[in-house]
């Protein structure tokens, strides 16, 4: 997800079902708009662009033609919903710059899809701040993350080596080049799970140089923030992508996510460190956490690493239901959490948190 940025959603007064306006909610800060009294500064910041719009009538589509050239000069997609699909509608939209159209409603996947693959036009634009080896990180681990969260889910074995291989390309990005443009390009990625895997993945990495681990433990570290949510897919996706706030019963379905992503490691033979990161990520100081109610010692030092890491990603990351915090404020929030986190290691952190790491830790 891109900071400060949204989809910007065109509508005219016309009869047409709206129900995608929810889907598009779960990923996206949206921005609706009246067609008749559009401006160019509707226009700013825009990720997307959907147009809903009756394309067979002169007076809907009127606004719409001298504004729609400055989001193709800006590489802006947008993204037609057609009434009816016929051929006055298309070459009506192609006419008025539509990077993609199709009939409305549609299959709430495709739907999905196509806004994921038109968002990420986007995203691969802001790829190119990347160095080389930040950019192949990156594509390598997102292809891992979404293959390891589809086999998981299917009942399929995960491949350890791919994983471990994914994680030493980060860990090698990030002593090369730092965090800060890899963890922006990663916060663009549409997919909430993926995204805070990958954040989690990013900022333990950081984490683990910054206090002078090896390079083994470093692994450990990267390949357990990667699959510390591994449990979330086989969580059901009306609560996994619920775009409001969880009931208390759905939030106990949540919670399972931890011990079901410790038992797919350790069905899957991998290392007991990585297993711990995995089932302890929620476990708190004083014994509130989940899943087992662990404290004091019990709770490991990677799954408190791993918990710091978790709880900042989260708060710095929007939501559907709530906005993003800065970084400043999550540290913070954390700090005043003595009850529950290793303030010692909350204080350690914060120097990943808001300057990111010394490029070239690794030696």
Not at 22 to 43: G, P, T
Request: glycine share 4%; with cysteine.
């Amino acid at each position: 997800m891109l900071k400060n940025k949204h989809v910007t959603i065109v509508q005219d007064n016309n009869i047409h079902d709206r129900s995608f306006i929810d889907l598009v909610k779960r990923d996206h800060a949206i921005k609706l708009v009246d067609a008749k009294s559009l401006s160019i500064d509707d226009f700013k910041d825009s990720l997307l662009v959907i147009a809903q719009v009756k394309l067979t009538d002169p007076e809907a589509i009127r606004p719409l033609r001298h504004k729609m050239s400055m989001l193709e000069e800006n590489h802006v997609p947008v993204l037609f919903l057609l009434d009816d699909f016929n051929r006055r509608e298309i070459v009506q939209a192609n006419i008025l710059g539509a990077t993609d159209y199709v009939p409305y409603p549609c299959d709430e996947k495709y739907f999905i899809e196509l806004v994921a693959k038109l968002v990420n036009i986007v995203v691969e634009q802001a790829w190119s701040k990347l160095s080389k080896t930040q950019e192949s990180a990156l594509k390598v681990s997102l292809k891992v993350v979404e293959k390891t969260f589809a086999n998981a889910a299917a009942g399929l074995e995960i491949s350890q080596d791919e994983v471990k291989d994914s994680c030493n390309l980060i860990i090698e990005a990030t002593a090369k080049d730092g965090l800060t443009d890899w963890m922006n390009a990663i916060r663009q990625h549409h997919n909430y799970t993926y995204r805070h895997s990958m954040m989690v993945c990013g900022y333990l990495t950081s984490f683990g140089m910054l206090l002078g681990v090896q390079k083994t433990d470093l692994q450990t570290l990267a390949v357990g923030g990667l699959l510390h949510d591994i449990g979330k897919s086989i969580t059901p996706l009306e609560i996994l992508d619920k775009p409001s706030v969880l009931s208390p019963e759905e939030w106990d379905i949540m919670k399972e996510h931890a011990l079901d992503s410790g038992n797919i490691l350790e069905n899957n033979q991998w290392p007991a460190e990585m297993v711990d990161i995995a089932t302890h990520h929620h476990e708190k100081l004083d014994g509130s956490g989940y899943p087992h109610g662990l404290k004091g010692a019990k709770v490991s030092d990677l799954a408190r690493m791993a918990a710091i890491a978790d709880i900042f990603s989260g708060l710095i990351d929007k939501r559907s239901y709530k906005p993003a915090m800065s970084p400043e404020r999550a540290i913070e929030i954390m700090l005043s959490l003595s009850d529950e986190l290793d303030i010692p290691l909350v204080k350690a952190f914060r120097a990943v948190a808001l300057t990111g790491p010394t490029k070239k830790i690794l030696c």
